[in-house]
C-alpha cells in the first residue's frame, strides 16, 4: 500500500466509526473494490469509502437503490456472507438485464440477490416487494452510468448521433425533445439555472427555442456554435462544460429527479434498522443540498445518530481514471 499522505489523515476524521463487533476489514474492502470493477461496465464511483461508511457485515441485508452496471453491489457481496441477501433496484430496465447476471454468477452461494425493476422514489414499496421492510445498509449512487453514456441511441452524452431522449425508463414519460418542445426561453433558463447552475443559461435557451432539437448532436451543436459565435471570447473548454451542463438540465428534467431524490430522502428512515447506514452519491449542487438538508434535518428531530459533516471526496488518483469523480460527493447517515 502507498504511504498514507497528510490528506488521507484528513479524510479519516469525516468518516463514521466503525460498527460495533464488526471488525474493520479495509484491506478486503480494497480487494473487493477492485475485484469489482475489473469486470464492471461502470467504474464504482469512491468505492473503498462507501465499503468503509456501510461497514457491512455478514448475514445484512442492503439495499443498492440504484444497480447500474453492479459495480458497488458487486463488490458489496462477498462482505455480507454467509447469509446475507442483497436487494438492488434500477429504473433502467436495460441496467437490469446486464447487471443482474453479472451478480447471480458472483454471488456467494449462501448470500441471496433479488433485483427489481423500480424507482427509488417508491423505495419502502419497492423494499416490501422484494421480502425486505429494513435493511442494515442503503447505497444511492445518483444520476446515470458509463453504460448510458455509451449507448448513442439513448441521447445521454453530447458525442450521440441518436435521437434527443435521455429517459431512464424508455417505457414511460416524455423524452428530452418532446421537453424541449414544450418550453419556451424563460422556462428553459431557469431549468438550466436551478439543474446545472449554468452561467450562460439565458443565451442557451434563446439557442435552443429558435428551432425544433430532435437529437443529441443537434443539440450539442446549437449550443457549441452559438456560444461561440456569441462574442463572450469562450474558451473550447468552457464551451464544452457548458454542453455537458446543458444535457444533464435536461436528463434531471425529464427523469424528474430531484422529486424522485426529496421522495426518496422521506422514506429512507424507515427503511433503515435502528443503527442501520445509509450513502448517497451526489453530482451536483441540487443534489448535495438536498441530501445535506435531509439528513442535518434528521439529526435534529433524532432520526438520524449521526450524519457526515462535510461530504467525502475521491482522491486525485481517481479524479485523474474518472472525469465525474471529481463532481463527486458521498454523504453518509446512522439510523438512530
Ligand atoms: C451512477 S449509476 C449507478 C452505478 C452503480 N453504483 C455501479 O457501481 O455500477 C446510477 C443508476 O441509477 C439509476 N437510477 C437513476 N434514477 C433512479 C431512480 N429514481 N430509481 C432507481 N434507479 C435510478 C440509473 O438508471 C443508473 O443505472
Not at 290 to 296: E, K, P
Request: include cysteine.
Amino acid at each position: 500500500m502507498p504511504a498514507e499522505s497528510p490528506r488521507h489523515h484528513d479524510r479519516i476524521q469525516i468518516f463514521p466509526p466503525a460498527r460495533t463487533g464488526v471488525p474493520r476489514a479495509v484491506a478486503r474492502h480494497r480487494q473487493a473494490c477492485a475485484s469489482a470493477a475489473a469486470d464492471s461496465p461502470h467504474r464504482p464511483l469512491l468505492c473503498p469509502e462507501v465499503l468503509r461508511c456501510l461497514h457491512p457485515a455478514p448475514g445484512d441485508v442492503i439495499v443498492d437503490a440504484t444497480l447500474g452496471g453492479g459495480g458497488h453491489a458487486a463488490a458489496l457481496l462477498p462482505l455480507i456472507a454467509p447469509g446475507g441477501h442483497l436487494v438492488a433496484l434500477d429504473l433502467d430496465p436495460q441496467a437490469l438485464e446486464v447487471a443482474t447476471p453479472r451478480l447471480q454468477a458472483r454471488a456467494p452461494s449462501t448470500v441471496r440477490v433479488t433485483t427489481r425493476h423500480a424507482s427509488f422514489r417508491d423505495l419502502s414499496h419497492a423494499m416490501q416487494q422484494c421480502g425486505v421492510a429494513q435493511a442494515q445498509s442503503l447505497l444511492v449512487d445518483l444520476g446515470i452510468s458509463q453504460m448510458h453514456l455509451d449507448d448513442q441511441s439513448r441521447g445521454f452524452h453530447f458525442t450521440g448521433v441518436g435521437p434527443l431522449d435521455m429517459r431512464l425508463d424508455p417505457s414511460r414519460g416524455r423524452t428530452a425533445a418532446e421537453w424541449l418542445a414544450s418550453l419556451d426561453a424563460p422556462a428553459l433558463a431557469q431549468l438550466l439555472e436551478d439543474h446545472a447552475d449554468e452561467p450562460h443559461a439565458r443565451l442557451i435557451a434563446a439557442l435552443l427555442t429558435r428551432a425544433p432539437v430532435t437529437t443529441s448532436h443537434a443539440l450539442e451543436r446549437h449550443v457549441r456554435l452559438g456560444l461561440e459565435a456569441s462574442g463572450l471570447a469562450l474558451t473550447r473548454p468552457e464551451i464544452k462544460r457548458s454542453i455537458r451542463r446543458t444535457f444533464q438540465a435536461l436528463r434531471i428534467a425529464v427523469n424528474d429527479e430531484l422529486a424522485a431524490l426529496e421522495a426518496l430522502l422521506r422514506q429512507l428512515p424507515d427503511c433503515l434498522v435502528p443503527g442501520g447506514r445509509v450513502c448517497i452519491l451526489t453530482f451536483h449542487s441540487g443534489e448535495d443540498r438536498r441530501v445535506a438538508a435531509a439528513f442535518d434535518e434528521g439529526r435534529r428531530h433524532g432520526v438520524y445518530s449521526r450524519v457526515a459533516r462535510t461530504p467525502i471526496r475521491s482522491l486525485k488518483a481517481e479524479t485523474r481514471a474518472d472525469r465525474r469523480a471529481a463532481a463527486c460527493k458521498l454523504r453518509w447517515a446512522i439510523r438512530a
